[in-house]
Every structure is written in C-alpha cells, then in structure tokens.
Nanobody
Framework: QVQFVESGGALVQPGGSLRLSCAAS????????MGWYRQIPGKQRELVAT???????WYPESVKGRFTISRDNARNTVYLQMSALKPEDTAVYYC???????????WGQGTQVTVSS
C-alpha cells in the first residue's frame, strides 16, 4: 500500500531554516503531483506547497518566498525547504500525493516543526 514517511522536523528559532523530507513507497512516484500540508491541533490541515509531476510548483501567500518544494523521482522523495521561519509555522507537517489539489492517500505520521525562541 501507499506509505509516506516524513522526517526532518525540529525545534528551531524564529528566522531559522529546516528541510523536511518525505519518502514515498507503494506507488509510481514520478507520475503523481505531490503536496506538503501542515496541521495545528484543532484546525484543518492546510496545503502549503505542491509540485506537479512536471515540476511546476505552487505556494499560498502565507509561505511564498520562504518555502521551496522539490522532488527527487530517483529517490521517491519530496522535500520542503523552509526558511525565515515564524512561530505561526509551528505545526505537524505531512506529505501526500494529490489530484486536483486534494490528497488522495492515507496520511503518514507527519513530522513536528516548532518555531520558538
């Protein structure tokens, strides 16, 4: 079955940087659009970056210019490079394959990002 394993989360100070990784298995990775989401307890999951199978990227205004999504099809891995982190970026981050912007697989365990001084 399709599985995602997210990693790279940590406690970081405001203004700092992190790179998250998501390793996918059980799917033909290269043919799917991929997305990174985040969730704060008690709130809905929020889409923060997408990369199509043709490497086109999209970001919401809240992270544009600070987050960069990329993919390595040889490693079945999608990355999220985050810089200029703010306390409001604190959340659990997840990846998923997407279709028309919506997630289409079960979620992994996510990786916790905490931005705090």
């Amino acid at each position: 079955q399709v599985q995602f394993v997210e990693s790279g989360g940590a406690l970081v100070q405001p203004g700092g940087s992190l790179r998250l990784s998501c390793a996918a298995s059980g799917m033909i990775f290269s043919i799917y659009d991929m997305g990174w989401y985040r969730q704060i307890p008690g709130k809905q999951r929020e889409l923060v970056a997408t990369v199509t199978r043709r490497f086109t990227t999209w970001y919401p205004e809240s992270v544009k210019g600070r987050f960069t999504i990329s993919r390595d099809n040889a490693r079945n891995t999608v990355y999220l490079q985050m810089s200029a982190l703010k306390p409001e970026d604190t959340a659990v981050y997840y990846c998923n394959r997407i279709n028309s912007g919506a997630p289409i697989s079960s979620w992994g365990q996510g990786t916790q990002v905490t931005v705090s001084s």
